[in-house]
């Protein structure tokens, strides 16, 4: 059987005024039908650039993207990304925002009831029926972001792209989308990719966690394999063996194998910021002992 998401050779180059920057070298990866795969690393990894070549947003310098058997070249409506930022038009409804999305897919496919009954559905999907008429700046960060999720579902992708989709939310309110997620991922069996800085992040939603190796001519390093049994409770997880151990492996890989290197303008910085505090402390010690 062939692979469902074939991620081969890339290569991704860009120039700058000082010459060409290699952002990307020979990234391999497959991906089949369902998964959910969680990219992370450090700042600067290029996982945003894996991401943006899957979309068709970034065409690589060399290799390529292979979906079902045909080469990605271009945005379209079988790849839908959602954002860190939700990227809703503030004059328009929750609603309203998901029927954009709905027209261009389906436009001479759906009549108005059917199109209705799917915006409806797929607010439903995320929890956001109730708030379908208010807009943007009437709902908090993380129901915004739920109509960001139900705007990208409602193209009925095959592949959901997802960058940091929970990085400027509260830990609770995060909580709650990754819940969410989880559930809309079983019933629907959407391919997802999902960038993450969150450890424990990835290993509650994922089936692999690609991490990647520091940049510049960033590759994949290491692929681990979750086999933790779905549904996943996080309360459950939180004394589980194997989920500890997959935590760990992550995190030794971030900040062992690819500790990332303070820059030494920042270490002097750091180091003259030390001295001055030495001093200060001096200082106190002079006064309290007079």
């Given at each position: 059987m062939s692979t469902f998401l074939d991620i081969s050779g890339v290569d991704m180059v860009f120039p700058t005024p000082k010459g060409t920057f290699t952002a990307l070298k020979d990234v391999n990866l497959k991906i089949n039908q369902g998964e959910f795969i969680s990219l992370i690393g450090h700042s600067g990894c290029g996982k945003s650039t894996v991401l943006n070549i899957v979309a068709g947003l970034y065409q690589a310098s060399s290799g390529g993207v292979i979906l079902k058997n045909t080469e990605v070249n271009e945005p379209g409506p079988e790849r839908a990304v959602v954002f860190q930022n939700h990227s809703l038009l503030p004059w328009l409804s929750a609603y309203q925002n998901v029927e954009l999305a709905v027209k261009q897919v389906f436009a001479g496919k759906m009549n108005k009831t059917e199109m209705k009954q799917w915006i409806e559905h797929n607010l439903q999907l995320v929890h956001m029926d109730h708030a379908m008429h208010?807009?943007?700046?009437?709902?908090?960060?993380?129901m915004k972001q739920r109509v960001g999720i139900a705007r990208a579902l409602a193209m009925q992708p095959e592949v959901l792209l997802m960058d940091e989709p929970f990085g400027a939310l509260d830990a609770l309110t995060r909580a709650h989308m990754q819940d969410s997620l989880m559930e809309i991922q079983s019933q629907l069996n959407n391919t997802v990719i999902m960038i993450t800085h969150d450890v424990d992040e990835a290993v509650l939603l994922?089936?692999?966690?690609?991490?990647?190796?520091?940049?510049?001519?960033?590759?994949?390093?290491?692929?681990?394999?979750?086999?933790?049994?779905?549904?996943?409770?996080?309360?459950?997880?939180?004394?589980?063996?194997?989920?500890?151990?997959?935590?760990?492996?992550?995190?030794?890989?971030?900040?062992?194998?690819?500790?990332?290197?303070?820059?030494?303008?920042?270490?002097?910085?750091?180091?003259?910021?030390?001295?001055i505090s030495q001093q200060e402390s001096h200082k106190d010690v002079k006064v309290s002992s007079s």
């Open positions: 208010k807009r943007p700046g009437e709902i908090s960060g993380g994922s089936d692999k966690i690609v991490m990647m190796t520091n940049g510049p001519e960033a590759t994949v390093g290491e692929i681990l394999s979750v086999g933790l049994e779905r549904p996943r409770n996080r309360l459950a997880l939180a004394q589980d063996a194997e989920y500890n151990r997959l935590r760990s492996e992550v995190l030794k890989f971030l900040y062992e194998k690819q500790r990332k290197v303070e820059p030494l303008i920042q270490s002097k910085q750091a180091s003259k910021m030390q001295d």
